[in-house]
């Protein structure tokens, strides 16, 4: 089994178009499972519509909650909580009610120590929810990160590990992952025991800045990459400035032209290369048989 991480070093490079055109290429090799990696703001289901088969909660952490019925007011977690998690309904304690602050909480533990009635309690914090649903080209894993949650790290883990088990499941040699933008916590989370990284990346000075920072996380992780500039003629010289830069690092850089299909495709909620031929699908899929050849699924 093989997986193949697509990512970017910015938001809006047009990743996840490429990820969810690699998805309907993989049907000539059985099938790919596809996994949603931007935890933090995930959009690959806009194109490729998964319909839910499993839900699971994501766990992680931990935080206090009053057993209300067992409070005597006393206003100890209050004193000691020194993360002023703890909101206290009432002007006196006796007389107040005491409530957990969730997004404040660090779970630290100390005013359950602290509790004389042991009225408090550390339990699991629920982060937000996994998937593992169908599409129209096989089998996805995807995630939903609760509001100002954290972990979003162990949270791309999670939804690549359950990815592997459907793959043996299903006896598919491919894992496509649409990884997260940047070089945080949730990238490393993404292409650690890849077998490929394609970064997509725009030819601007941004984009440019970017992929440098990107391209230097993945070769700490000595996986091999491949570079694909979107949009290249909107600045050839930038492109070209780019693949030099790039040469000694990856195995192959690619250029997919501006083509106007491309935005008409994700507006009907298609790939580009469902939705019509043109010079930005021909791209993707010379892209793709260079990726097969690399890594030979
Ligand atoms: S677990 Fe720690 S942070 Fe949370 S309310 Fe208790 S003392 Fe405050
Ligand atoms: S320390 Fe325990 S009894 Fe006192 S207010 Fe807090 S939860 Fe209630």
């Not at 990512?7 to 099938?31: D, N, R, V, Y």
């Amino acid at each position: 089994m093989k997986e193949l991480t697509v990512i970017s070093g910015k938001g809006g490079t047009g990743k996840t178009s490429l990820a969810a055109s690699f998805a309907m290429l993989s049907g000539m090799l059985g099938g790919a499972v596809m996994v949603d990696g931007d935890v933090d703001a995930s959009d690959l289901h806009l194109l490729l519509k998964p319909v839910i088969l499993e839900r699971h909660e994501f766990r992680s952490g931990w935080q206090a909650v009053i057993q209300e019925k067992d409070c005597v007011r006393c206003g100890g977690c209050l004193a000691h909580c020194r993360f002023e998690a703890i909101r206290m309904n009432g002007a006196t304690a006796g007389e107040a009610s005491f409530q957990v602050d969730p997004s404040a909480c660090e779970g630290c533990g100390v005013c359950v120590d602290h509790c004389p009635v042991r009225a408090m309690d550390l339990v699991e914090r629920i982060c937000g929810e996994w998937f593992v649903s169908n599409t129209r080209f096989g089998p996805m894993v995807h995630a939903r990160l609760g509001a100002a949650a954290e972990n979003s790290g162990k949270l791309v883990s999670v939804v690549r590990e359950m990815a592997r088990n459907v793959a043996l499941a299903q006896n598919r040699r491919l894992i496509i992952i649409d990884g997260p933008p940047g070089i945080g916590c949730p990238v490393i989370a993404s292409i650690a025991r890849s077998d490929m990284v394609l970064i997509v990346t725009e030819p601007t000075l941004s984009g440019e800045h970017d992929l440098k920072r990107v391209m230097e996380l993945v070769r700490r992780f000595e996986i091999p990459m491949a570079v694909a500039i979107n949009k290249w003629d909107i600045n050839p010289a930038m492109t070209e400035k780019i693949e030099r830069q790039a040469s000694s690092s990856v195995r192959f850089s690619a250029r997919i032209p501006c083509d106007p299909m491309v935005t008409r495709a994700q507006v009907n909620g298609q790939t580009a290369m469902e939705f019509s031929p043109g010079p930005a699908s021909e791209s993707i899929e010379q892209i793709w048989k260079n990726l097969c050849q690399t890594i030979k699924p």
